[in-house]
């Protein structure tokens, strides 16, 4: 009777086996499918061409940074995403915590004086930022860091010839959100930052976001005991969004920067003949004669209206100003005895207007254009403060300062012709005019004074300041100059889409980075300081490649590129017998070339490994060099470099993700490589060997995505790198060569909630 059961007993096993074997196929197959599809690398959304687009649709090399990636790495500010783009240099400048060293393939701006002209573009919500100073941006209520390299004068105008960053701050939505951050770490780091928004009406949206960011030195002034390298800085934006309608918007934003970190005292090189102090062991000490107080602010306000005209035509309007001031100190010799000191202030403010129209049509072509105007003054006053030249005298001041006043109107336009269901062309075009006017004083006083302490009303006006201090010694120099310059800049591109997965493109930019008037010009020693130099032009050919592969595990792309430079500016300064002789050279011509790939692979569904690399090759084909004082000229073609342009740079990183019932912990880390770094046109001992950097980060993320907790260790090893420097050599009885760092190893942990 047992074994007629058993039978029975298998025959319906195997019935039922074979009935739910296709539920168990197709349960198998899901759970594949939503395998492959959780290792699938997540679209990224840019707007680089003034429009929303896939990144891999965009015939631009671009680098896009997510809020949650930099919350990831622990980025602090814009800085440090100079480790993860090929081909750029983006440090903080040398005597601040907030003014920007920004390079991208070889075009930037080396010297940060009031009156100069970027090469990278910073923007902040569409907003230009004129000025170096306070442009080293925190990350903080932000959306996303869109990097893009190479000229971009069609769409975002005159000085992005090596490229722009554009910083996006988070968008309104009327959500009820609030989120708070604690961090703590080296070198007593403390900062707090907290952002929220919520809906006053169905209509209306208001939002806030505020940071405080704190730190002790990395060093110290040794011979006063105040810290160096430190940080004190307040940050805060405000927003408000009105839905007038459902086609018409309106949003008012409005942001501070206060920075109040002591200025940056120098590391020497070498001993000094005046002192015999020798150069510390520790490169963040540092000795002054100055008072380290340091200020540096910016604020800025914007109303953006947007209008959906119909289902193809939209229109923007983009009204902003902004306005930054900075008193700072600067003790070149830096061994604190008043050999060398340089005191100085900074202000700028600016009026930008544009409106855009762009067009969308599902067919076969899309059109961006419109029109801008900028109107901004910049004006700053530094002396040069010599208390052991001509000691008999008590010391020697001198003062140097005026404004430049800039008026600039642009009109563009860019558009896409679907030339087949595969292959695009787009043509576009800016034509920009440009007017500047500057006023130049120079004055040499017998005597110690210090301008940024006198109190003037108007210390740019060299009358003001000969009513406060008296008649000069000497007026080195007192000028009034004028420049007035056009360009149109054209860009065309031919993008081919060679399957879904993979697109190619060629294309030619041009740009141009406006010309100005040396604001330091010494008449005294160069009789013709107050011609104004030329613009500088660069043409630009890239091809390129946008691809993901392996299913969409793996996102590769790739750009070819050869830029020709011509008339580049280079700040020359000299010193001569009777002072420092300055002048801005348009060194004839240049040529750049080079590549870049980057790449991210989704390894496993938890596991994504990442990679940039960028090569470039710029070198100067012809300039000449003219001294001021006796005409002589000299070629220097082969004894000059690019400077903060690295022959190579790369990136390995990973991040792994780990999932478990409390949540979900991502580890990540990278090493970051540059090459050897020149600081200036001639080689120098400030010059930059060769470095590595090693960053680790750990952060757990709670279940309900409310928590989370970092920590973050950057530069492991403790790598010790010059971000800048100056370099004068036997200077008023001593020598000021003198170096700047970026920070040492830190570690951080931050503690995050989200209501």
Known sequence: MSQPKFRHSLVALAIASVVSLPAYAQAQDEQEEQAAANSKLERIEVTARRKTESLQNVPVSVTSFGAGDLEELGVEDITELQQRIPNATIQVSRGTNSTLTAYIRGVGQQDPLWGFEPGVGVYIDDVYVARPQGAVLEVFDLERIEVLRGPQGTLYGKNTIGGALKYVTKELTGYNELSLQGTVGSYNQRDIKISGQTALADNFFVGGAVASLQRDGFGEYVNTGEENYNKDLLTYRLSAKWLVSDTVDVKFSYDKTEDESNSKGAHRLLTSGVTGQEPYEDVYDSNTAMPVDNLVETEGASLVLNWDINAEWDFKSVTASREGYTDTNIDFNATGEPIFMVPAIYEDEQFTQEFQLSYTNNNNFDFVG??????????????????????????????????????????????????????????????????????????????????????????????????????????????????????????????????????????????????????????????????????????????????????????????????????????????????????????????????????????????????????????????????????????????????????????????????????????????????????????????????????????????????????????????????????????????????????????????????
């Open 370 to 755: 419109g029109v801008y105007y900028y109107d901004g003054e910049a004006c700053g006053v530094f002396g040069t403060v010599l208390p052991m030249y001509l000691a008999a005298f008590g010391g020697v001041t001198v003062d140097n300062g005026g404004c430049v006043q800039t008026e600039s109107f642009a009109v563009y336009g860019q558009g896409d012709y679907r030339m087949t269901d595969d292959l695009t062309l787009t043509i576009g075009g800016r034509y920009t005019s440009d007017e500047k006017e500057a006023d130049v004083f120079r004055y040499t006083y017998l005597g110690v004074h210090y301008i940024n302490r006198a109190g003037l009303d108007t210390p740019y006006d060299p009358n003001e300041v000969i009513a406060t201090f008296g008649q000069p010694f000497s007026i080195n120099s007192n000028f009034n100059s004028q420049g007035d310059w056009s360009r149109f800049s054209p860009h065309v591109a031919l993008n081919y889409d060679v399957n879904d997965d993979v697109m190619v493109y060629a294309s030619y930019s041009n740009g141009f980075k406006s010309g100005g008037v040396d604001m330091r010009g010494d008449k005294s020693l160069n009789p013709t300081i107050d011609e104004p130099y030329d613009p500088e032009i660069v043409d630009t050919f890239e091809f390129g490649m946008k691809s993901e592969l392996l299913d969409g595990r793996m996102r590769l792309n790739s750009a070819v590129f050869y830029s020709d430079y011509q008339d580049m500016q280079v700040t020359v300064q000299r010193v001569v017998e009777s002072g420092i002789s300055s002048q801005v050279l348009n060194a004839g011509e240049s040529t750049v070339k080079g590549f870049e790939v980057e790449t991210v692979f989704a390894a496993t569904d938890s596991l994504n490994v990442t990679a940039m690399l960028g090569y470039i090759d710029a070198e100067f084909d012809s300039v000449v060099y003219q001294e001021p004082a006796t005409g002589e000229t000299t070629d220097v073609t082969d004894a000059w470099s690019f400077q903060n342009t690295p022959e190579l740079t790369y990136n390995v990183g990973f991040n792994q993700t780990f999932e478990m019932e409390a949540g979900q912990v991502v580890w990540s880390a990278n090493y970051a490589f540059r090459d050897d770094t020149q600081m200036f046109e001639a080689p120098s001992p400030l010059d930059q060997e060769s470095y590595g950097l090693l960053n680790t980060s750990v952060v757990w993320y709670s279940a309900n995505g409310q928590w989370n907790v970092g920590l973050h260790g950057k530069n492991l090893t403790d790598e010790e790198y010059r971000v800048g420097g100056y370099n004068f050599g036997p200077t008023f009885g001593d020598d000021a060569v003198v170096g700047y760092y970026g920070d040492p190893r830190t570690f951080s942990l931050s503690v995050g909630y989200k209501f």
